[in-house]
């Protein structure tokens, strides 16, 4: 039996062109967009694109992720090894492909690979950046230019480090600073410095930071996010209180709805820190319902209320060992 004929989609009118790629898993993009220049130039002209996201990873592992609707994901690796190329399926809830290249130069690869997927797939902006600071440590700075000069900017971007010993202040900063984040950033690095001097995403939706011990006062007032989870903190007693005066008189953080910090006990709470603030203790049977975490909607017993000048309510209560702030 004669093999099948290659089907000929270069020959085909552009529309129809079009109407194949709607149809095509990234992977299969991807894989035709490599093959000459002027398939490139193709996959460049169709116009669906921004249905995909895109997400890069730099690890031990630098990856860069093509998600697409009904589970459709195309995963690219690079590791340094000796120069191979690995292909692979997914599991059967992904309808998934992998590539995994070895490279010895894996971080010039990545960038190079990355500028050929955000041409293809028309992506100024990423949708995840994932970056372990302490691994290519010797290049982050190039790879942070390489991401402020080629993309605008990032929807949800994580931090982290390998080894906590690991001293990633500098470039931590370097990337606040040069990188928009628009959504979400989620901080895990451990900070040494108290006088850090990386600037917040101003308008974020969240701010997650792990390891918070260098965040002070002043650190605080420079937040600008509609949720703020801080793990661990050095702000003092004296000091939250400022910040709540400074919130009741709407001098700082107006987009702020949700706020995660530590206290032992919401009646030491009230007697340290609300001493000379109004405050209402409302009754436990008193059940509310309040946003928490991740916009997750509670029933609430009672809890602590204080007011803003423009009347909006922020109720404390615990949960999860945390002190919740919940505006309302």
Known sequence: ????????????????????????????????????????????????????????????????????????????????????????????????????????????????????????????????????????????????????????????????????????????????????????????LRIKNVNFNGKFPKNQKELYIENGDWIGYEKLLEIDSVQVILVTNRISNKDWNLFFKKWIAMETQLNLELMYFEIKSLEEFRSLVLHDIPHEVVDGGVKRVLKTYRDVTREISGGVDIKRIDGKTATFFLLYDYCSMSVH
């Not at 691994?135 to 790879?143: E, G, L, R, Y």
């Open 1 to 188: 039996m004669d093999s099948p004929k290659p089907f000929p989609i270069l020959r085909l009118p552009f529309l129809a062109i079009e109407d194949v790629f709607k149809a095509m898993h990234p992977y299969e993009i991807f894989i035709f967009s490599v093959i000459s220049k002027r398939t490139k130039r193709i996959s460049k002209q169709m116009s669906f694109y921004p249905r995909y996201a895109i997400c890069l990873c730099i690890d031990e592992t630098l990856g860069i992720e093509i998600h697409g609707t009904n589970n459709v994901k195309l995963c690219l690796y690079l590791r340094t090894m000796e120069e191979n190329t690995v292909e692979g399926e997914g599991s059967s809830y992904y309808n998934l492909r992998r590539i995994l290249k070895y490279s010895t130069d894996p971080v010039e690869e990545w960038k190079l690979l990355c500028k050929h997927v955000l041409e293809i797939f028309k992506k100024q902006s990423i949708d995840n950046l994932s970056m372990t600071m302490d691994v290519f440590v010797d290049q982050n700075v190039s790879i942070i230019d390489f991401l402020k000069t080629n993309v605008q900017s990032v929807d949800i971007c994580n931090l982290d480090q390998s080894e906590e010993k690991n001293d990633v202040d500098e470039h931590a900063a370097y990337l606040l600073n040069n990188l928009k984040v628009n959504n979400e950033l989620n901080f895990l």
